[in-house]
T-cell receptor, first 111, second 113 residues
Framework: QEKVQQSPESLIVPEGAMSSLNCTFS?????SIWWYQQHPGKGPEALI?????GNKKEGRLTVYLNRASLHVSLHIRDSQPSDSAVYLC???????????FGSGTQLTVMP | GPKVLQIPSHQIIDMGQMVTLNCDPV?????FYWYKQILGQQMEFLVN????????KSKLFKDQFSVERPDGSYFTLKIQPTALEDSAVYFC???????????FGSGTRLLVI
């Protein structure tokens, strides 16, 4: 069974700073990795996904995937108070229909 | 963007009774999912449904659980009978493809007393 671990559990950054979130997974054959954002009382919302080793940039978001070290990171440039939420890393394994979620990082951006 | 609607948003039910959670997925999506989240814990997969069939279920999807989507209407999760440990938030999700972004609903908060 795939295991997904996220760090840190919580992160506080000032407005305008870079926020960096980490995720490790247990299976190098994992096919796809997603980052989701979840606000209180709401369901997760897909932010960005990556399938190939390397990096992918969308707006203020950059994600880096290193399959050899089983590590993926999400970086949010110019963090805003509206970015405050729980960020979930989710991994899909080949041969399975499941998305395995980490326990999340609570990001707080202080004005 | 398109949304997944979950009805009801909250449900309180006596242990042993039956409960049906309803999900109205995004209209052109073909894959449907239920996830369970206990307060303070991570989201856990329950079941995936495609083309009228359960494709995969986890060990959390007990014999008391069932899913269906009759005639393209709501995608439902039924629990019969309910147990205290079924108290959780249940999230429905849908996706257009197997490896596509999921669209999640806002969840049904189920409390079994």
């Amino acid at each position: 069974q795939e295991k997904v671990q996220q760090s840190p559990e919580s992160l506080i950054v000032p407005e305008g700073a870079m926020s960096s979130l980490n995720c490790t997974f247990s299976n190098s054959a994992s096919q796809s990795i997603w980052w989701y954002q979840q606000h209180p009382g709401k369901g997760p919302e897909a932010l960005i996904s990556i399938f190939s080793n390397g990096n992918k940039k969308e707006g203020r978001l950059t994600v880096y995937l290193n399959r050899a070290s089983l590590h993926v990171s999400l970086h949010i440039r110019d963090s805003q108070p509206s970015d405050s939420a729980v960020y979930l890393c989710a991994v899909a394994s080949s041969g399975s229909w499941q998305l395995i979620f980490g326990s999340g990082t609570q990001l707080t951006v202080m004005p | 963007g398109p949304k997944v609607l979950q009805i009801p948003s909250h449900q309180i039910i006596d242990m042993g009774q039956m409960v049906t959670l309803n999900c109205d997925p995004v209209s052109n999506h073909l894959y449907f999912y239920w996830y369970k989240q206990i307060l303070g814990q991570q989201m856990e997969f329950l079941v995936n449904f495609y083309n009228g069939k359960v494709m995969e279920k986890s060990k959390l999807f007990k014999d008391q659980f069932s899913v269906e989507r009759p005639d393209g209407s709501y995608f439902t999760l039924k629990i019969q009978p309910t147990a205290l440990e079924d108290s959780a938030v249940y999230f429905c999700a849908s996706s257009p493809g197997r490896r596509s972004d999921y669209t999640f609903g806002s969840g049904t908060r189920l409390l079994v007393i």
